[in-house]
Nanobody, 120 residues
Framework: RVQVMESGGGSVQAGGSLTLSCAFS?????MAWFRQAPAKEREGVAA???????YYAGPVKGRFTISEDYDKHTMSLEMNSLQVEDSGVYYC?????????????????WGQGTQVTVSS
């Protein structure tokens, strides 16, 4: 198990940008971002593996970019053209198997989350 810490959340107007960062206390295989809006289920946003296989959820494709430094056990999520619907708590997570962001319950290690608020 590893410790997970997110940073970089905040408030921004629609159309703006934010970058989230995540640090793990040790090596992991799949690094992923999830988000949860009030009264909604947690949903996958993006994920990346050491082989640089990258996965994006449909609503964020073309707007969000995930990147990693596996040597430093860190990951970032650059979010551009933010929309009000992107608001929520963003979580960083890790697991040692496939990067299936449709199944958040299969991820073993989670951060506390960081709030992203996009206003119109």
């Amino acid at each position: 198990r590893v410790q997970v810490m997110e940073s970089g959340g905040g408030s921004v107007q629609a159309g703006g940008s934010l970058t989230l960062s995540c640090a793990f206390s040790g090596p992991v295989y799949c690094m992923a971002w999830f988000r949860q809006a009030p009264a909604k289920e947690r949903e996958g946003v993006a994920a990346i593996t050491p082989a640089h296989h990258i996965y994006y959820a449909g609503p964020v494709k073309g707007r969000f970019t995930i990147s990693e430094d596996y040597d430093k056990h860190t990951m970032s999520l650059e979010m551009n053209s933010l929309q009000v619907e992107d608001s929520g708590v963003y979580y960083c997570a890790a697991r040692w198997r496939t990067c299936d962001i449709s199944a958040p319950d299969k991820f073993e290690d989670w951060g506390q989350g960081t709030q992203v608020t996009v206003s119109s």
